[in-house]
């Protein structure tokens, strides 16, 4: 089994959807984190957490918002999905020394 | 000026060729940098760790910082079509608390035959 899990792959999802995109991890790491990333701009970080209880804003928080259901689980929502949120979605956890480990991604289309 | 920066690329060598990645941030107080490789539509991979100054060698490929300059490359030698992806340079910053990794927007590499 992978270290970090995504749900779904991939989703196609209509404009003004709410939308939750989940994260799960089996190596017990506290720190876990939401990227999007969108062709030329690199990984953009959305939210990161370092417990169930600490919960913060990356640069591009706009428009999303997480929950740490868990010390294992972290969730990603959009309110109201918009066209421009189109991207390819990683969650990932952080492994000390070995920086992070990635989730497979999760490809999100709003039409 | 980015926090991280990489030249987008893409930068093409043939087979057997050292192709050379670069990084630059803007953070002095920075400790640790990260190069990632990825392909396509997949999720980042971690290559290469390095945090002193010098090089860093594994295998084929040798992770380069000076810390005074501010800058990091990845050294990839007898390169591999399959070498072909995008490299990604990360960063924690002192100024982020190095609580989070800044990534570049990362170089595309083309190895041709």
């Known amino acids: 089994d992978a270290d970090v899990t995504q749900t779904p792959r991939n989703r196609i999802t209509k404009t003004g959807k709410r939308i939750m995109l989940e994260c799960s991890q089996t190596?017990?790491?506290?720190?876990m984190y939401w990227y999007r990333q969108d062709p030329g701009l690199g990984l953009r970080l959305i939210y990161y957490?370092?417990?169930?209880?600490?919960?913060n804003k990356g640069e591009i928080s706009d428009g999303y918002s997480v929950s740490r259901q868990a010390q294992a689980k972290f969730s990603l929502s959009l309110e109201s999905a918009i066209p421009n949120q189109t991207a390819l979605y990683f969650c990932?956890?952080?492994?000390?020394?070995?920086?992070?480990?990635f989730g497979s991604g999760t490809r999100l289309t709003v039409v | 000026q980015k926090e991280v920066e990489q030249n987008s690329g893409p930068l093409s060598v043939p087979e057997g060729a050292i192709a050379s990645l670069n990084c630059t941030y803007s953070?002095?107080?920075?400790?640790?940098f990260f190069w990632y490789r990825q392909y396509s539509g997949k999720s980042p991979e971690l290559i290469m760790s390095i945090y002193s100054n010098g090089d860093k060698e594994d295998g084929r490929f040798t992770a380069q910082l000076n810390k005074a300059s501010q800058y990091v490359s990845l050294l990839i030698r007898d390169s591999q079509p399959s070498d072909s992806a995008t490299y990604l340079c990360?960063?924690?910053?002192?100024?982020?608390?190095?609580?989070?990794?800044?990534f570049g927007a990362g170089t595309r590499l083309a190895v041709h035959p």
């Open positions: 990932a956890t952080w492994t000390g020394g070995h920086g992070y480990t």
């Open positions: 957490s370092f417990d169930v209880k600490d919960i």
């Open positions: 953070d002095r107080g920075s400790q640790s």
């Open positions: 190596k017990g790491h506290d720190r």
């Open positions: 990360a960063v924690p910053l002192f100024s982020g608390g190095y609580n989070k990794l800044i």
